[in-house]
């Protein structure tokens, strides 16, 4: 089936630091990919997306290549800031109706990143 | 404001009861997902409607269940509550077919049970 792996948290960085979040997935046909951003108590907000081989998707300064030879799709951000301590989501979303399911998210665990002045 | 709007925001009941969680998508989408988040599982999909219709089922247990009314609103019933059903339910939408727009998220509902 259908799966998301990403890096496991949390995430401590300082700010301005690089950052790289890992997230690979198993998937039949060309899946849409995704990322999702949670900060404290509030609900999730897509961030970027990418929903062919070679996209990059980016968005407030964050970026991911959707990589179909490595099934990978890392985010990256150049110089991370304290407002974007939050939890980080990759998702796929399934071209193919595999049991009913096309269409729906599959989210990995998420990543907890904190980013300290 | 992604324009989802759930309630209630929070909920705390006892095991054995049922609730009904109630979503309005955001105006012009015809689908409504329901996502469940725990600590162990993290976000899981549980079910889909699409203008009215049940579109997909996901990891849905049949104490659940769910339904989208003509003015597109959903609800979501949990029945028989147990301790484990404690999470964060999430209810997103999207414009139309599965394949095409992006899900936008409401604030959720945080469910309590004791």
């Known amino acids: 089936g259908n799966s998301v792996t990403q890096m496991e948290g949390p995430v401590t960085l300082s700010e301005e630091a690089f950052l790289t979040i890992n997230c690979t997935y198993t998937?039949?046909?060309?899946?849409?990919l995704f990322w999702y951003v949670q900060y404290p108590g509030e609900g999730l907000q897509l961030l970027l997306k990418a929903t062919k081989a070679d996209d990059k998707g980016s968005n407030k300064g964050f970026e991911a290549t959707y990589r179909k030879e490595t099934t990978s799709f890392h985010l990256e951000k150049g110089s991370v800031q304290v407002s974007d301590s939050a939890v980080y989501f990759c998702a796929l979303r399934s071209s193919m109706n595999y049991g009913g399911s096309q269409g729906n998210l599959i989210f990995g665990k998420g990543t907890k990143l904190s980013v300290k002045p | 404001d992604s324009g989802v709007t759930q309630t209630p925001k929070h909920l705390i009941t006892a095991t054995g009861q049922r609730v009904t969680l109630r979503c309005s998508p955001r105006s012009g989408d015809l689908s409504v997902y329901w996502y469940q988040q725990s600590l162990d599982q993290g976000l899981q999909f549980l079910i889909q409607y699409y203008n009215g219709e049940e579109r997909a089922k996901g990891n849905i247990l049949e104490r659940f269940s769910a339904q989208q009314f003509p003015d597109l609103h959903s609800e979501l019933n949990l029945s028989s509550l147990e301790l484990g059903d404690s999470a964060l339910y999430f209810c997103?939408?999207?414009?139309?077919?599965?394949?095409?727009?992006?899900?936008?998220f409401g604030p959720g509902t945080r469910l309590t049970v004791t």
């Open positions: 997103a939408s999207s414009v139309g077919d599965s394949l095409l727009g992006e899900q936008y």
């Open positions: 998937a039949t046909g060309y899946p849409s």
